[in-house]
């Protein structure tokens, strides 16, 4: 069954807590992108990966890492430096082959700081 | 810097009547622009794209667009709303084959009976 998977739906983290989100995807598509969605903020873009072991900074990196060892996997680090790590995460995929290629997204894991 | 401005946060329509949402954005290149919808408590969808072939694109569920570029923008619209249509949309923009796509920041649709 392809897709994306997005593991696990519910995270909580204490304070000072380093959490690690999960996203792979058996879709065979070399670019993965994270984004995270706030009420009323639409879904902000954190970090962007087109290749293996390369990856970019989006609109709101700070407090958070990432790492693309596989073609399959772009974890997503939410480091005790995020002060305000609370929202829904969404990871997504496309072929990264030309700019308007749609977006395919997991079904998300929901932050929640304890 | 490539940028999308959602101009209402909430509309509401009655079952029935014409839909607008708007949609400007902010680019030194041609881009390449998207409409998502997110159902309640599901995930996102594309409903169409603009991608330089044609200004007027028609999308999933008689969804339409049209591209204006001395007006930047890329309002969506649909004849006639059912109820079916209430969710989020999301208008996207990617610019200079960067495939970095920037989000909106939402129009929430309520359909009222």
């Known amino acids: 069954d392809g897709g994306i998977t997005q593991s696990p739906k519910y995270l909580f983290r204490k304070e000072g807590q380093n959490v690690t989100l999960s996203c792979e995807q058996n879709l065979n598509h070399d670019a993965m992108y994270w984004y995270r969605q706030d009420p009323g903020q639409g879904l902000r873009l954190i970090y962007y990966s087109q290749i293996v072991n390369d990856f970019q900074k989006g609109d709101i990196a700070e407090g958070y890492s990432v790492s693309r060892e596989k073609k399959e996997s772009f974890p997503l680090t939410v480091t005790s430096a995020q002060k305000n790590p609370t929202a829904f995460y969404l990871c997504a995929t496309n072929r990264g082959r030309k700019p308007d290629e749609k977006l395919f997204f997991g079904s998300g894991t929901q932050l929640s700081v304890l | 810097a490539q940028s999308v401005t959602q101009l209402d946060s909430h509309v509401s329509v009655s079952e029935g009547t014409p839909v607008l949402l708007r949609c400007n954005y902010s680019?030194?290149?041609?881009?390449?622009l998207f409409w998502y919808v997110q159902h309640p408590n599901k995930g996102l969808q594309l409903l169409l794209k603009?991608?330089?072939?044609?200004?007027l694109v028609k999308g999933i569920n008689g969804f339409e667009a049209e591209f204006k570029k001395s007006e930047t923008s890329f309002h969506l619209t649909k004849p006639s709303a059912h109820m079916s249509d209430a969710a989020e949309y999301f208008c996207?923009?990617?610019?200079?084959?960067?495939?970095?796509?920037?989000f909106g920041t939402g129009t929430r649709l309520k359909v009222l009976a």
């Open positions: 996207v923009v990617e610019t200079s084959g960067t495939y970095k796509y920037i």
């Open positions: 603009y991608t330089s072939a044609a200004t």
């Open positions: 680019s030194s290149y041609s881009p390449s």
